[in-house]
């Protein structure tokens, strides 16, 4: 029997660990496919505190998992293949095996969407991003291209509009899906273009091992043509990892975990999601590591009130 479960090991789910850990209570946590998470896969990060100079994600996440490992958290290596939450305690699988704990912390994380292209693979972080908070501050005064036509795509744009020296927004028709108070926003701003009617063929150039430029298809034509470029950010959206929890917890339209307002609570008592799994707009480590922080919090507090 445990007392906490923690599914996940990004910034939001080592947060959780390492506050958790400090109180009276153990955590479990199941670290999932990615150890780490999409830190992991992060060469440069600028915008956590605490680092005068840049530190790698790979880096800042073994710190934060060693950190919690000290203070008494458990690690398990696999990935929650089944759940049930209809009664406490809690009953999670792992690897054909069943987990009992009193309370549950899900901190899953989300998966970008990418184009599944080979040239988008190895300039994966040489270039190619999926965050432009994250990696726009590096194309300062550059030419870049975003990828998509929905709001995420034109968030990234107007944001990358404020560093870069000219935006092509590459979209598959010849209009946008956003709301249209973005689309006029985006359309009026003069350092965004637009490449209608296009789909991304290749993303140069990978024999020099970085971005030179994109390579698009006109989807009425298929006429191929170039457009330079220093980086680019792939804005179709992303993915919750939350298919296991899916009626038994209440999630948004998109899948998102609904979690009560000023609290990381979920719709069964003494379930509590953060990071990525429950946030949609900022999708950032360290607000990630803030919501981890509340859920650890809100568990200790459930846990003493029905200890």
Known sequence: MNDV????????????????????????????????????????????????????????????????????????????????????????????????????????????????????????????????????????????????????ALEEAMYLANLASKVTLIHRRDELRASKSMQERALKNSKIEFAWNSVVDEILDVAKGEVTGVRVKDVKSGELRDIPCDGVFVAIGHTPNTSIFRGQLELDENGYIVTEKSSMKTSVDGVFACGDCQDSRYRQAVTAAGTGCMAAIDAERFLQENS
């Open 5 to 152: 479960i923690i599914l996940g090991s990004g910034p939001a789910a080592l947060t959780a660990a390492i506050y958790v850990s400090r109180s009276s209570f153990s955590p479990l946590v199941v670290e999932g496919l990615q150890p780490g998470g999409q830190l992991t896969i992060t060469t440069d990060v600028e915008n956590f505190p605490g680092f005068a100079k840049p530190v790698e994600g790979p880096a800042l996440m073994a710190d934060m998992r060693a950190q919690a490992e000290r203070l008494g958290a458990t690690f398990i290596s696999g990935v929650a293949e089944k759940v049930d939450l209809s009664r406490r305690p809690f009953s999670i699988i792992v690897g054909g095996k069943e987990l009992q704990s009193k309370t549950l912390i899900i901190a899953t994380g989300a998966s970008a969407r990418w184009l599944n292209i080979e040239s988008e693979k190895k300039l994966h972080g040489r270039g190619v991003s999926a965050c432009a908070t994250c990696d726009g501050f590096f194309f300062r005064g550059k030419a870049v291209c975003v990828i998509g036509g929905g709001d995420t």
